[in-house]
């Protein structure tokens, strides 16, 4: 019940009226806007504003939400920030997943109810941002990654560098700072032993 609780509350967090909300910041009518001429344009593969490459970040949110727009027969609130609540849900989803593996299901659900309650999670989640699939794509890196180290499995560490690559696609290579580097760290103190 708890848990059923729990989806139908982050579910309304995450979803409800976000197409109805006018953009709210520079950074969302920006991200909007070159969906939209990508969309008029029928241009997929690169990024342009007012004409112009618009190359500042890689252009993997732009794709998605051009899937959504074209899904959804146009460019709207709602299909520029579908990527990043579609991301945030997901993000809880994989905190869920983590605690039941490593804790409890009672931790799981607790981290989850605290990290959806959290207001800039929350914020940006509902939001036509990069940051939320930034934070999909590198914790779940991570966490194939761990669990590489853990059963020497080739296809965590495949899949692990399959999500980092996403992650750089997102925000281009400061993404690797929150994995890479980590992962050479652990591996510097595996050879140094």
């Known amino acids: 019940l708890i848990v ?77 920030r579908l990527p990043s609540a579609l991301a945030g849900a997901s993000v809880l989803w994989v905190t869920y997943y983590t605690g039941c593996k490593y804790f409890s299901k009672f931790v799981a659900i607790f981290a989850t109810i605290l990290l959806a309650a959290n207001l800039e999670f929350a914020l940006m989640a509902r939001r036509a941002e990069i940051e939320m699939l930034l934070t999909l794509f590198c914790m779940a890196a991570w966490l194939c990654f761990m669990q590489f180290v853990q059963t020497k499995s080739l296809r965590m560490l495949i899949l692990s560098y399959v999500l980092l690559a996403l992650a750089v696609m997102t925000k281009g290579p400061v993404a690797m700072l929150f994995v890479t580097l980590p992962a050479m760290i652990y591996g510097l103190s595996i050879v140094t032993g």
């Not at 070159?34 to 252009?59: I, R």
Request: glycine share 6%; proline share 5%; hydrophobic share 55%.
């Open 4 to 80: 059923f609780l729990s989806i139908v509350i982050i579910s309304i967090l995450l979803f409800a009226s976000l197409g109805d909300i006018p953009l709210s910041s520079l950074n969302e009518g920006r991200r909007a806007l070159v969906v939209l001429e990508m969309y008029q344009n029928h241009a997929w593969l690169l990024p342009t504003m007012n004409g112009n490459l618009y190359l500042s970040k890689p252009p993997l949110f732009y794709w998605i939400a051009l899937a959504f727009s074209s899904l959804l027969g146009g460019v709207s609130e709602l299909s520029v």
